[in-house]
């Protein structure tokens, strides 16, 4: 009862800061990652311990399968390459190199020791990575790499702690034995999440008409996809990512727009909640870890710690940088010049991926789940240590890099991606909109009255005129033109006010009950939808400087 009022107090604590975030301009993990660490030492509250079970079957699954469902399969495919350079050998390399750091430079700590510290703070932490990268207008392929690092590298981490664990409690390691098992745990985790991914599509295009049902299975796809592959001892991170990759590929196939707009609407509630309680929760972890070491001892492991988050960030630039520089020449071997010239592979775009390491949650948890002995009644050795260490790492990476990221894109002069992504949008909505009309004219299916077919038409016009001089870029605006924007405005701006009036109508009927509040509901939610889209289409009028004005 306990804890479950302290969980009510951090998500109170989380919705307030949420509402202040951008006003503070502080990234929002690291904004309640501190809060935590300060609610933490507040000594009126009780420790909250986060049981690392918890992390890796209610938050990780939910959070990583949010972000596989984001992902392009198009992009990620595309960039497969240095994802898998990262998220597998990057991670291998950075376990071998944080390793040899600790034990050469921390008193007492043995090999295995030292590649069990190496294993836990290996990968950079998808949640942490995707919450600071956004809305910063970065690159979408540098975007689609970071994020598709931070997806798969948790399972090449995960293995290889579970074998350092091993070696430090047995003393043994077999390196041929740990590629084998490497190979086996990745493929059956894959295989594991594209079976849940082909049940579950078959389940939802079975289902129609029940949001309710659909929203419910979206729910559990990320826990069954890890629990699955977690009971065949294999990678449960990887099953729950290709689940997510393969059911948002098909989704728009098998989902109902109604499903959509509800499922969209419950992830981001979900996530938001999901997200802030983990980094919230992080915080919280330091005074339990803290209390068990002397005063002394505390301000030795930080300044060892303060070293092994400079090893991190240092290997992570060294290695990103070898491996583009790696590729470019590949690619002058095989490609025209001007195609080495990309945006895509320039020295600030590969100086953002290099710079975006930051350690999170499964990091923390890893070092959570470190055994409490080894056998014989026998404590593990460094245990706090070690967590110690990797809580240092995480808030060090997070601050560090996470609040120098916007600074480092603003001084690289990176030109924001919004308007590439507007003008492709509007380049969708024109092609769109150019084979409606087609289809109107000669391929619809029944014939129509020449009322009819006019007013059809007039909305795919009005849009098509609007996209049209939007985009073009060789001919001056004429008063025809002039006309036409005056048109569509006053048309916009009288749709909108009728649906003000009908919403009001609405809730007379609501407050009179002269109907039932089901029938109500579903026609404000038809007003709800045809809002958005008329704002949307004056959005983009706004966006290309043309004023839409309320009729007096």
């Known amino acids: 009862m306990e804890n479950f009022q302290i969980v009510i107090f951090i998500l109170t604590i989380l919705i307030v800061l949420s509402a202040f975030a951008d006003r503070i301009k502080l990234p929002y993990p690291i904004l309640l990652v501190v809060v935590g660490l300060i609610i933490g030492f507040v000594p009126v509250l009780p420790d909250l311990e986060l049981n690392p079970e918890i992390v890796f079957l209610v938050f990780l699954p939910p959070l990583l399968y949010d972000a596989a469902s984001k992902t392009s399969w198009h992009d990620?495919?595309?960039?497969?390459?240095?994802?898998?350079?990262?998220?597998?050998t990057l991670v291998f390399f950075t376990t071998l190199t944080v390793a040899v750091a600790a034990h050469y430079l921390i008193p007492g700590f043995s090999w295995p020791l030292a590649f069990v510290l190496g294993a836990i703070i290996s990968p950079p932490d998808a949640v942490a990575a995707t919450s600071i990268t956004r809305g910063l207008g970065l690159n979408r392929r540098v975007i689609t790499i970071i994020e598709g690092?931070?997806?798969?590298?948790?399972?090449?981490?995960?293995?290889?702690?579970?074998?350092?664990?091993?070696?430090?409690?047995?003393?043994?390691?077999?390196?041929?034995?740990?590629?084998?098992?490497?190979?086996?745990?990745?493929t059956g985790g894959i295989l594991a999440g594209l079976f849940i991914g082909f049940i579950m599509v078959f389940a939802h295009k079975k289902i129609k008409d029940n949001t309710v049902v659909e929203n419910s299975l979206s729910l559990l796809t990320p826990f069954m996809a890890y629990l699955l592959a977690e009971e065949f001892h294999t990678s449960g991170v990887l099953s729950v990512v290709t689940a997510g990759l393969f059911i948002s590929w098909r989704s728009r196939e098998v989902f109902s727009s109604e499903t959509r707009l509800q499922t969209k609407t419950i992830w981001d509630t979900v996530i938001f909640l999901l997200n802030g309680m983990v980094f919230?929760?992080?915080?919280?972890?330091?005074?339990?870890?803290?209390?068990?070491?002397?005063t002394g001892t505390v301000f030795e492991i930080v300044g060892y710690g303060l070293i092994i988050s400079l090893v991190t960030i240092i290997i992570r630039i060294l290695w990103v940088f070898a491996g583009a520089y790696h590729q470019t020449i590949f690619k002058r071997r095989s490609s025209s010049p001007s195609e080495t010239k990309s945006d895509d592979t320039s020295w600030k775009n590969v100086l953002i991926v290099a710079w975006t390491g930051t350690r999170g949650v499964v990091s923390l948890a890893t070092a959570l789940a470190l055994p409490l002995t080894i056998g014989n009644n026998e404590l593990f050795p460094k245990r706090h240590t070690i967590l110690l260490l990797a809580f240092i790492?995480?808030?060090?990476?997070?601050?560090?890099?996470?609040?120098?990221?916007?600074?480092?894109?603003?001084?690289?002069?990176?030109?924001?991606?919004?308007?590439?992504?507007?003008?492709?949008?509007?380049?969708?909505?024109?092609?769109?909109t150019e084979d409606v009309l087609r289809f109107i004219d000669k391929e619809f299916p029944f014939k129509l009255d020449e009322k009819v077919l006019a007013q059809i038409r007039k909305p795919y016009e009005a849009n098509f005129n609007l996209l049209s001089k939007e985009l073009s870029e060789e001919k001056p605006e004429t008063?025809?033109?002039?006309?036409?924007?005056?048109?569509?405005?006053?048309l916009l701006s009288a749709r909108l006010e009728l649906i003000k009036y009908r919403r009001e109508l609405l809730i007379k009927f609501h407050k009179e009950g002269?109907?039932?509040?089901?029938?109500?509901?579903?026609?404000?939610?038809?007003?709800?939808?045809?809002?958005?889209?008329?704002?949307?289409m004056i959005q983009k009028g706004e966006d290309s400087n043309i004023e839409f004005r309320q009729p007096e």
């Not at 919230?280 to 002397?294: C, E, F, H, S, T």
């Open 76 to 88: 990620f495919k595309n960039n497969i390459r240095p994802i898998s350079t990262l998220a597998i």
């Open 149 to 186: 690092e931070s997806l798969v590298n948790d399972a090449s981490a995960l293995i290889a702690y579970r074998y350092a664990v091993a070696a430090a409690i047995s003393g043994t390691f077999v390196f041929w034995k740990a590629g084998v098992q490497f190979l086996i745990v990745s």
């Open 280 to 294: 919230i929760l992080i915080g919280l972890q330091m005074p339990a870890i803290v209390q068990n070491l002397k």
């Open 393 to 432: 790492v995480i808030l060090v990476t997070l601050v560090v890099q996470g609040l120098t990221l916007p600074l480092l894109i603003k001084l690289l002069k990176i030109k924001p991606q919004d308007d590439l992504q507007k003008h492709e949008e509007k380049d969708l909505q024109l092609t769109m």
């Open 479 to 490: 008063q025809q033109n002039s006309e036409h924007v005056t048109f569509i405005s006053q």
């Open 514 to 536: 002269t109907y039932n509040d089901e029938t109500i509901s579903k026609a404000e939610r038809e007003l709800d939808i045809e809002e958005l889209r008329l704002q949307a």
